[in-house]
Protein backbone atom coordinates (compact mmCIF):
# COMPACT_ATOMS: atom_id res chain seq x y z
CA UNK A 1 0.00 0.00 0.00
CA UNK A 2 1.00 3.76 -0.17
CA UNK A 3 1.78 3.81 -3.89
CA UNK A 4 2.05 7.58 -3.74
CA UNK A 5 4.80 9.56 -5.23
CA UNK A 6 7.11 10.56 -1.74
CA UNK A 7 8.40 14.26 -1.64
CA UNK A 8 7.66 17.87 -1.84
CA UNK A 9 7.93 20.59 -4.66
CA UNK A 10 7.81 23.04 -1.73
CA UNK A 11 8.74 23.25 2.10
CA UNK A 12 6.09 21.65 3.06
CA UNK A 13 3.97 22.86 6.81
CA UNK A 14 5.35 20.34 9.30
CA UNK A 15 2.90 19.38 12.32
CA UNK A 16 4.08 17.01 15.75
CA UNK A 17 2.12 13.78 15.75
CA UNK A 18 2.50 12.23 19.50
CA UNK A 19 2.96 7.98 19.70
CA UNK A 20 4.00 7.19 16.21
CA UNK A 21 5.91 4.85 17.61
CA UNK A 22 5.22 1.94 21.10
CA UNK A 23 7.56 2.51 23.54
CA UNK A 24 9.70 -0.39 24.89
CA UNK A 25 7.58 -1.95 27.99
CA UNK A 26 4.70 0.08 27.26
CA UNK A 27 1.67 -1.84 25.82
CA UNK A 28 0.75 -0.15 22.08
CA UNK A 29 -2.95 0.73 21.37
CA UNK A 30 -5.23 -1.16 18.97
CA UNK A 31 -5.32 0.03 15.56
CA UNK A 32 -6.51 3.71 15.48
CA UNK A 33 -6.15 6.76 13.19
CA UNK A 34 -5.89 10.32 14.32
CA UNK A 35 -5.61 13.65 12.20
CA UNK A 36 -3.70 16.76 13.79
CA UNK A 37 -6.96 18.94 12.54
CA UNK A 38 -10.19 18.39 11.45
CA UNK A 39 -10.16 21.44 9.40
CA UNK A 40 -6.86 22.78 6.84
CA UNK A 41 -7.07 25.88 5.25
CA UNK A 42 -5.09 26.80 1.73
CA UNK A 43 -4.33 29.28 -0.41
CA UNK A 44 -5.09 28.75 -4.05
CA UNK A 45 -1.88 27.70 -5.84
CA UNK A 46 0.04 26.89 -2.45
CA UNK A 47 0.61 23.60 -0.76
CA UNK A 48 -1.94 21.56 1.24
CA UNK A 49 -0.69 19.40 3.98
CA UNK A 50 -3.18 17.01 5.77
CA UNK A 51 -2.24 15.54 8.92
CA UNK A 52 -2.34 11.63 10.23
CA UNK A 53 -1.14 9.01 11.82
CA UNK A 54 -1.88 5.83 13.17
CA UNK A 55 -1.25 3.08 16.43
CA UNK A 56 -0.72 -0.25 16.04
CA UNK A 57 0.56 -3.35 17.56
CA UNK A 58 1.84 -4.39 14.72
CA UNK A 59 4.75 -3.41 12.83
CA UNK A 60 3.79 -4.88 9.54
CA UNK A 61 2.74 -3.07 6.20
CA UNK A 62 -0.17 -0.57 6.37
CA UNK A 63 -3.23 -0.89 3.77
CA UNK A 64 -3.46 3.30 3.58
CA UNK A 65 -6.26 4.50 1.50
CA UNK A 66 -6.97 8.14 1.16
CA UNK A 67 -10.23 8.99 -0.20
CA UNK A 68 -12.00 12.35 -1.90
CA UNK A 69 -15.36 12.03 -0.39
CA UNK A 70 -17.66 13.97 -2.97
CA UNK A 71 -16.10 11.78 -5.35
CA UNK A 72 -15.62 8.77 -3.99
CA UNK A 73 -12.46 7.90 -5.60
CA UNK A 74 -8.93 7.10 -3.90
CA UNK A 75 -6.99 10.74 -4.16
CA UNK A 76 -4.01 8.39 -6.12
CA UNK A 77 -6.80 7.11 -9.03
CA UNK A 78 -8.19 11.22 -9.62
CA UNK A 79 -6.82 14.09 -10.79
CA UNK A 80 -4.81 14.77 -7.93
CA UNK A 81 -2.49 12.39 -8.61
CA UNK A 82 0.09 14.31 -10.03
CA UNK A 83 0.01 16.62 -7.22
CA UNK A 84 -0.12 14.58 -4.09
CA UNK A 85 1.93 12.04 -2.52
CA UNK A 86 3.25 10.76 1.25
CA UNK A 87 5.26 12.86 3.01
CA UNK A 88 7.01 9.97 4.76
CA UNK A 89 7.17 6.38 4.54
CA UNK A 90 3.63 4.99 5.79
CA UNK A 91 6.25 2.47 8.18
CA UNK A 92 6.85 5.63 10.18
CA UNK A 93 2.82 5.47 11.25
CA UNK A 94 3.37 8.84 9.72
CA UNK A 95 0.24 8.53 7.11
CA UNK A 96 -0.02 12.79 6.13
CA UNK A 97 -0.50 13.59 2.54
CA UNK A 98 0.39 16.81 0.64
CA UNK A 99 -1.58 18.20 -2.12
CA UNK A 100 0.74 20.00 -4.24
CA UNK A 101 -0.60 23.37 -6.61
CA UNK A 102 -3.85 23.76 -4.89
CA UNK A 103 -7.32 24.79 -6.85
CA UNK A 104 -10.56 25.86 -5.18
CA UNK A 105 -11.89 22.36 -6.74
CA UNK A 106 -9.68 20.16 -4.42
CA UNK A 107 -11.88 21.51 -1.66
CA UNK A 108 -14.16 18.86 0.40
CA UNK A 109 -13.90 15.83 2.73
CA UNK A 110 -11.29 13.41 2.62
CA UNK A 111 -11.12 10.35 3.87
CA UNK A 112 -8.12 8.24 5.51
CA UNK A 113 -8.35 4.42 6.50
CA UNK A 114 -5.82 2.23 7.59
CA UNK A 115 -5.79 -1.71 8.10
CA UNK A 116 -3.12 -3.81 9.35
CA UNK A 117 -3.54 -7.98 8.69
CA UNK A 118 -2.90 -8.87 12.00
CA UNK A 119 -4.32 -6.17 13.98
CA UNK A 120 -7.94 -5.19 15.21
CA UNK A 121 -9.86 -1.93 15.94
CA UNK A 122 -13.41 -0.75 16.94
CA UNK A 123 -15.67 0.20 14.53
CA UNK A 124 -14.75 3.64 12.58
CA UNK A 125 -11.48 4.15 14.72
CA UNK A 126 -9.40 2.99 11.96
CA UNK A 127 -10.60 6.14 9.72
CA UNK A 128 -9.44 9.69 9.83
CA UNK A 129 -11.51 12.91 8.64
CA UNK A 130 -9.84 15.75 7.38
CA UNK A 131 -12.12 18.92 5.74
CA UNK A 132 -9.81 20.74 3.28
CA UNK A 133 -10.91 24.52 2.25
CA UNK A 134 -8.88 26.25 -1.08
CA UNK A 135 -8.98 29.79 -0.58
CA UNK A 136 -9.24 31.84 -3.83
CA UNK A 137 -7.80 35.46 -3.60
CA UNK A 138 -10.13 38.28 -5.31
CA UNK A 139 -9.48 38.68 -9.23
CA UNK A 140 -8.73 42.26 -10.05
CA UNK A 141 -12.16 44.40 -9.87
CA UNK A 142 -13.58 46.12 -12.40
CA UNK A 143 -14.48 49.92 -11.39
CA UNK A 144 -17.72 52.22 -13.43
CA UNK A 145 -19.46 55.22 -13.05
CA UNK A 146 -23.42 55.35 -13.16
CA UNK A 147 -25.15 58.64 -13.96
CA UNK A 148 -23.71 62.32 -15.01
CA UNK A 149 -21.48 63.64 -12.25
CA UNK A 150 -23.03 67.02 -12.31
CA UNK A 151 -23.31 69.78 -9.51
CA UNK A 152 -26.57 68.52 -7.66
CA UNK A 153 -26.74 65.18 -8.80
CA UNK A 154 -26.66 61.67 -7.63
CA UNK A 155 -24.23 59.16 -9.12
CA UNK A 156 -23.33 55.24 -7.89
CA UNK A 157 -19.72 54.34 -8.39
CA UNK A 158 -19.67 50.17 -8.49
CA UNK A 159 -16.81 47.66 -8.17
CA UNK A 160 -17.21 43.89 -9.16
CA UNK A 161 -14.53 40.83 -8.77
CA UNK A 162 -15.58 38.09 -10.53
CA UNK A 163 -14.42 35.19 -8.26
CA UNK A 164 -13.08 35.44 -4.72
CA UNK A 165 -13.52 32.65 -1.98
CA UNK A 166 -14.63 33.23 0.58
CA UNK A 167 -16.90 36.62 -0.68
CA UNK A 168 -14.70 39.10 -0.99
CA UNK A 169 -15.51 42.69 1.07
CA UNK A 170 -15.46 46.23 -0.71
CA UNK A 171 -13.98 49.08 0.74
CA UNK A 172 -14.01 52.44 -1.26
CA UNK A 173 -11.59 55.85 -0.75
CA UNK A 174 -11.07 59.29 -2.40
CA UNK A 175 -7.24 59.48 -2.17
CA UNK A 176 -6.86 62.15 -4.09
CA UNK A 177 -6.77 65.48 -3.80
CA UNK A 178 -7.36 64.64 -0.23
CA UNK A 179 -8.37 61.17 1.80
CA UNK A 180 -11.85 60.47 2.32
CA UNK A 181 -13.04 57.26 3.80
CA UNK A 182 -16.74 55.72 3.17
CA UNK A 183 -18.87 53.91 5.45
CA UNK A 184 -22.46 52.74 5.24
CA UNK A 185 -25.22 53.40 4.47
CA UNK A 186 -23.35 55.04 1.43
CA UNK A 187 -21.02 52.11 0.70
CA UNK A 188 -22.17 48.99 0.11
CA UNK A 189 -19.15 46.53 1.18
CA UNK A 190 -21.08 43.30 0.44
CA UNK A 191 -22.18 44.50 -3.45
CA UNK A 192 -19.37 47.41 -3.80
CA UNK A 193 -21.32 49.88 -4.35
CA UNK A 194 -20.57 53.83 -3.15
CA UNK A 195 -23.54 56.06 -3.38
CA UNK A 196 -22.70 60.04 -3.84
CA UNK A 197 -25.26 62.79 -3.31
CA UNK A 198 -25.76 66.01 -4.22
CA UNK A 199 -22.22 66.36 -5.70
CA UNK A 200 -20.11 69.57 -5.79
CA UNK A 201 -17.30 70.54 -7.51
CA UNK A 202 -15.03 69.16 -4.30
CA UNK A 203 -16.17 65.69 -4.52
CA UNK A 204 -13.95 65.49 -8.07
CA UNK A 205 -10.87 63.11 -7.14
CA UNK A 206 -9.53 59.85 -7.60
CA UNK A 207 -11.83 57.11 -6.00
CA UNK A 208 -10.35 53.74 -5.27
CA UNK A 209 -12.09 50.72 -4.66
CA UNK A 210 -10.10 47.39 -2.75
CA UNK A 211 -11.21 44.35 -2.68
CA UNK A 212 -10.15 41.70 0.00
CA UNK A 213 -10.79 38.24 1.81
CA UNK A 214 -8.72 35.95 4.20
CA UNK A 215 -6.77 35.47 0.83
CA UNK A 216 -5.22 38.74 -0.76
CA UNK A 217 -6.65 41.67 -2.07
CA UNK A 218 -6.86 43.56 -5.47
CA UNK A 219 -7.90 47.06 -6.34
CA UNK A 220 -9.17 49.19 -8.83
CA UNK A 221 -9.61 53.33 -9.41
CA UNK A 222 -11.78 55.90 -11.26
CA UNK A 223 -11.42 59.26 -12.13
CA UNK A 224 -14.41 61.06 -10.85
CA UNK A 225 -14.92 64.93 -12.31
CA UNK A 226 -18.37 66.90 -11.33
CA UNK A 227 -19.02 69.45 -14.11
CA UNK A 228 -21.71 72.58 -13.43
CA UNK A 229 -25.06 72.20 -13.85
CA UNK A 230 -24.43 73.68 -17.91
CA UNK A 231 -22.05 70.81 -18.89
CA UNK A 232 -24.71 68.14 -19.89
CA UNK A 233 -23.02 64.83 -22.08
CA UNK A 234 -19.89 66.23 -22.83
CA UNK A 235 -20.95 69.39 -23.83
CA UNK A 236 -21.39 73.10 -22.47
CA UNK A 237 -24.91 74.79 -22.92
CA UNK A 238 -24.34 78.05 -24.50
CA UNK A 239 -26.04 81.51 -23.53
CA UNK A 240 -28.60 81.00 -26.27
CA UNK A 241 -29.51 77.91 -25.65
CA UNK A 242 -27.01 75.95 -28.23
CA UNK A 243 -24.31 73.02 -27.42
CA UNK A 244 -20.91 74.06 -28.32
CA UNK A 245 -18.60 71.04 -27.93
CA UNK A 246 -15.84 71.08 -25.13
CA UNK A 247 -13.05 68.76 -25.01
CA UNK A 248 -12.10 66.98 -21.64
CA UNK A 249 -8.77 68.97 -20.53
CA UNK A 250 -6.64 67.08 -17.49
CA UNK A 251 -4.16 69.95 -15.69
CA UNK A 252 -0.41 68.78 -16.13
CA UNK A 253 0.94 67.67 -12.84
CA UNK A 254 -2.85 66.62 -11.44
CA UNK A 255 -2.72 64.11 -9.37
CA UNK A 256 -5.40 62.35 -11.22
CA UNK A 257 -4.37 62.87 -14.61
Request: glycine share 8%.
Amino acid sequence: CGEMASGVESRPIFFFFPSLRPRAGVSSAMLEVNVGTSSVFSVEGQQAVLPAWYTSRSQKQPYVTWMLDKEDVKVEESELKPRVGFLYPVLTHNISVFINATQERDSGQYLCTVNVVDDVTSTGKNIGVINLTVLVPPATPACQLHGNPTVGANVTLSCSSEKGKPSPAYQWQRTAPTLQVFFPPAQDQSRGTLKLTNLSLEMSGLYVCVVENRAGSAECSIVLEVHSSEYVSGRWRGGGGEDTQCPREVPVGSPWE
